[in-house]
């Protein structure tokens, strides 16, 4: 798409500051919760709200040349992909999405160029370009699992190589990049940034039914998130407290009947689980990865997901469709929690009881931070060999990247939990601990253990975690020999 890039800075600021005035945005939009890890004291955790720091614009003219972003399209998904827009409509996060573009076109002289395709496809239509040598593509946001096929093949620029890349800063995913960097950790050939909101769109968490929750007179968990105690087993505990026949003869689904079940939620729960515990199917030792093997806490682990999941009423797996949809039952008030994505929660502003969020639990207290799951499918950003001039891109994207976590983080944070015309402040604080820890398992960042990971996930769906350890010793070959061949490139 072509845009007049000849608005002006000050005209956008000046918009902006009118929109976030006319939406009720505080005057603090500009900052950001900056969550530290639980390091010191493992039971606590801080929350700091900073102003954003100063941002240093490099001097760049891109002449008027097209910058072309490869988007993956996932709104058949529902997630918030959207990268551009044609125009402003007057919907507060489309527009600040809309002049963070117009004012980086006016700033470096370019017209931004946003390809959108179904997220399924786009690492084909990636691959095409680069194998034909055509310069189509200056960066592409697609997804993890297939960006990983690309690096044996050499077909992108390792991002550690360019300093404009600045991806120890807070505006890009920290953890993905400490996670991604193995083998010598010289070499990063994706990350994640917010430029695209769908990473954090599909990022876990967990919903909670405040108002059921004050009638059976359980605290909202907003506190025990900041004081480190939020864990697997406290929320196991409060969902079994949650469940109740109402007078249903069993918590088989019916969906006519009236039972309210502890927690609800599909079947990607599991890997919440595994990742909020910061456990993976991989160990890292010197930055060579192994598939897991006498793990103790990585297995009891999974005995505690195997107690919790297995409870009939506690725990509910369904992934129906209408009111039988899991995202649903919560919303129709049929469960006290639910474990969904952040996009769940555009269903949930009309929801007749209010809702609130939370991080994915941890392990225990004694686990120093919280580790909040993005699906392997969320898209991360690469740079193709093809591309003349990386460090030009890095630029572009750097500075997209810091408008995106300076202005627009804020305004998505209030839209995701707001309900019925309410703030839901402490919500808001908790999006923002979420975002700052996501993660990613690099075994499915880096396509080893996918098929592992589906396997290990029906297993729980179907109540048989009895069978884990022979499930991973069968899929050993070949996650090893995969892990081989990637590492082989990664080392040389």
């Known amino acids: 798409m072509k845009h007049n890039t000849q608005t002006s800075v000050l005209l956008l600021a000046a918009m902006l500051c009118t929109a976030l005035v006319s939406c009720g945005a505080d005057q603090n939009a500009g900052t950001t919760e900056n969550t530290a890890p639980v390091s010191d004291n493992p039971a606590v955790t801080e929350t700091v709200t900073d102003a954003a720091p100063e941002y240093a614009y490099p001097t760049l003219d891109c002449g008027g040349d097209t910058f072309t972003i490869l988007n993956s399209d996932m709104t058949v998904w529902t997630f918030y992909s959207y990268i551009d827009f044609e125009e402003q409509s007057g919907e507060i996060l489309d527009d600040t999405i809309f002049m963070r573009n117009r004012s980086m076109e006016e700033r470096y002289n370019f017209i931004l160029e946003i390809v959108d395709e179904n997220i399924d496809t786009t690492h084909e239509k990636y691959k095409t370009a680069v194998y034909a040598g055509e310069d189509v593509y200056d960066a592409g946001y697609l997804r993890c699992d297939r960006q990983a096929t690309f690096l044996t093949e050499g077909m992108l620029y390792n991002l550690l190589d360019y300093e404009e890349y600045r991806l120890d ?94 927690m609800t939620t599909y079947d990607d729960a599991v890997s919440g689980f595994l990742t909020g515990a910061g456990e993976s199917f991989l160990t890292i030792s010197d930055g060579q990865p192994a598939l897991i093997d006498g793990n103790e806490r990585f297995y009891s682990l999974f005995d505690k997901i195997n107690a919790f999941t297995s409870e009939d009423g506690t725990f509910l797996f369904m992934n129906g469709s209408g009111a039988s949809h899991y995202e649903m039952i919560f919303k129709n008030n049929r469960a006290l929690f639910a474990i969904a994505e952040i996009k769940a929660s555009a269903k949930y502003r009309d929801m007749e009881e209010s809702f609130g969020i939370v991080p994915i639990p941890k392990y225990d207290e004694a686990q120093q931070q919280y580790y909040s799951h993005r699906t392997h499918v969320c898209p991360t950003v690469s740079v193709p060999v093809t591309n003349p001039d990386p460090g030009r891109t890095g630029i572009i994207l750097d500075a997209l990247a810091y408008e995106s976590w300076k202005d627009i983080l804020p305004i998505y944070y209030d839209i995701r939990v707001s309900q019925k015309g309410l703030r839901n402040e402490e919500s808001i604080e908790m999006l923002s601990i979420i975002r700052d820890t996501r993660a990613f398992d690099i075994g499915e960042g880096y396509a080893w253990t996918e098929d592992l990971s589906s396997r290990v996930i029906a297993l729980y769906s179907a109540k048989k975690g009895d069978q884990l350890v022979s499930t991973i010793e069968k899929q050993r070959a070949k996650v090893e020999a995969a892990i081989a061949k990637t590492m082989e490139f990664l080392d040389q």
């Open 169 to 262: 800063e807070p505006w890009w995913d920290h953890l993905v990049n400490e996670q991604s960097r193995i083998g010598k950790g010289d070499a990063q050939y994706f990350a994640a940034n917010d430029i695209t909101l769908s990473g954090l769109d599909g990022t876990l968490c967990v919903y909670f039914n405040e108002t059921m929750m004050a009638s059976l007179d359980m605290e909202a968990p907003y506190q025990l998130v900041r004081d480190g105690k939020w864990t697997i087993d406290l929320l196991h505990k409060m969902a079994k407290e949650g469940a109740n026949l109402m007078g249903d003869s069993s918590f088989a689904w019916d969906e006519n009947g009236s039972c309210i079940y502890g």
